[in-house]
T-cell receptor
Framework: AQSVAQPEDQVNVAEGNPLTVKCTYS??????LFWYVQYPNRGLQFLLK????DNLVKGSYGFEAEFNKSQTSFHLKKPSALVSDSALYFC?????????????WGLGTSLAVNP | AAGVIQSPRHLIKEKRETATLKCYPI?????VYWYQQGPGQDPQFLIS???????DKGSIPDRFSAQQFSDYHSELNMSSLELGDSALYFC?????????????FGPGTRLTVL
């Protein structure tokens, strides 16, 4: 079965430092991987996705993620964190590509960027 | 650009009452998903519809039902509400315009059951 793991409940970084939010996955075929961000009392916003092609995917707000097939990881990164990046981040994998497009979600990682 | 619309944004109900949540997907999106998110929890998939037919079913209680209409909007009907149903309910849509991949989420309906 498809699954996603976010090993860290919380990540703390200082503003201006690089940040990494970790995600590992388990799929039976080729993974479709996604990152979403959720600000307090807001809906989920799509950040970026990996379907095929370059392993380094660039997304919104300066975020990027690196698909690593050998390590089954899709870590979210940003070179220089902003206080406004503080939010809840969810990694997701698409279940059974096709008409059934349900996403399988990680438990989320709370990112706190300190001034 | 048009986004997913959900109504109402906030809803307060008593135990054992019923509630109806509405979702209007992005134009030309053919798939709608419903999620429930409790405080501090990840979104839990409830149910999805593709071209007005149920395409997948998750952890949706028997007390809940949903459908997608001819204009592609969807409604989640919740009956015999319980305190534990208090949560954020998100609707998302996807379709050919998004390459059938990423889902676009609405702002959510916050349901409080008293």
């Amino acid at each position: 079965a498809q699954s996603v793991a976010q090993p860290e409940d919380q990540v703390n970084v200082a503003e201006g430092n690089p940040l990494t939010v970790k995600c590992t996955y388990s799929v039976s075929g080729n993974p479709y991987l996604f990152w979403y961000v959720q600000y307090p009392n807001r809906g989920l916003q799509f950040l970026l996705k990996y379907i095929t092609g370059d392993n380094l995917v660039k997304g919104s707000y300066g975020f990027e993620a690196e698909f690593n097939k050998s390590q089954t990881s899709f870590h979210l990164k940003k070179p220089s964190a902003l206080v406004s990046d503080s939010a809840l981040y969810f990694c997701a994998v698409r279940d059974n590509p096709g008409n059934n497009r349900k996403l399988i979600w990680g438990l989320g990682t709370s990112l706190a960027v300190n001034p | 650009a048009a986004g997913v619309i959900q109504s109402p944004r906030h809803l307060i109900k008593e135990k054992r009452e019923t509630a109806t949540l509405k979702c209007y997907p992005i134009p030309r999106h053919d798939t709608v998903y419903w999620y429930q998110q409790g405080p501090g929890q990840d979104p839990q998939f409830l149910i999805s519809f593709y071209e007005k037919m149920q395409s997948d079913k998750g952890s949706i209680p028997d007390r809940f039902s949903a459908q997608q209409f001819s204009d592609y909007h969807s409604e989640l009907n919740m009956s015999s509400l319980e305190l534990g149903d208090s949560a954020l309910y998100f609707c998302a849509s996807s379709g050919q315009t998004s390459g059938n991949n990423e889902q676009f989420f609405g702002p959510g309906t916050r349901l409080t059951v008293l």
